[in-house]
């Protein structure tokens, strides 16, 4: 079983780290799936190992009835028993050997499914470092390029603009003072010209 993991990957962007975990991630499921595999079949040989055992024992104390008996005549009925006593020690063999293997197999898929998982979960960790250094970063440059407009326009000409500012606030000030006293002036002097009318009328 080969796994789908880049060995020669170069993870040059967030994005790439993030196809190689979605690859880590494609390669642990394939490699669980040949794991659960490798375990169902162990354990289907050691169940058959277990039978071919039960049934090797079963002969043998068949074919030990039957030569202790006392009775030589039936010590006939005890060779297709030693035939198939025979073919089921070949079979014993046959199956312990199956059996080892498929131990050392679940045992060597079982270490390289850890593996890949520890592998999965640190590049999931440094991920998530690696985003949180791209966002802190994206911010510095946001702060620097706002500190640097500011810096460009310098503390000498940002307070003449201010003092222009407030110099243009004042001058409109007056204007409207001006106006305002003017306006006043034009609404009193056209009462006391009525006062003066209304008396001359009464006289």
């Known amino acids: 079983f080969t796994t789908a993991s880049p060995t020669n990957f170069t993870c040059n962007s967030i ?10 991630e494609t390669s642990v499921g394939k490699l669980t799936e040949a794991a659960v595999q490798a375990t169902g079949y162990r ?4 169940e058959n190992l277990t039978r071919v055992q039960a049934q090797k024992g079963e002969l043998n104390e068949n074919i030990e009835l039957i030569l ?10 005890a060779v297709p028993l030693e035939a198939r006593l025979i073919a089921r020690e070949g079979e014993e063999i046959r199956l312990k050997a199956s ?19 520890e592998k999965h979960a640190s590049m999931l960790s440094r991920l998530n470092q690696l985003e949180t250094a791209d966002r802190t970063a994206r911010a510095k440059n946001a702060a620097a ?15 003449r603009s201010v003092d222009d500012v407030a110099a243009k ?13 003017l306006a006043m002036g034009d609404v009193q002097g056209d009462n006391v010209e ?4 209304l008396t001359q009328a009464r006289q």
């Open 169 to 181: 606030i004042d001058r409109e000030k007056h204007v409207a003072d001006a106006r305002f006293e």
């Open 15 to 24: 994005g790439a780290v993030k196809q190689y975990i979605r690859d880590l």
């Open 68 to 77: 202790t008996d006392q009775d030589a005549k039936n010590d006939e009925l």
């Open 99 to 117: 059996v080892e293997e498929a131990r050392q197999t679940e045992k060597n898929l079982s270490e390289a499914l850890n593996g890949l998982k």
């Open 43 to 46: 354990r289907t040989e050691e």
């Open 194 to 197: 009525k006062d003066v009318l």
């Open 145 to 159: 390029q706002a500190l640097e407009k500011v810096g460009s326009i310098g503390l000498e000409g940002a307070q």
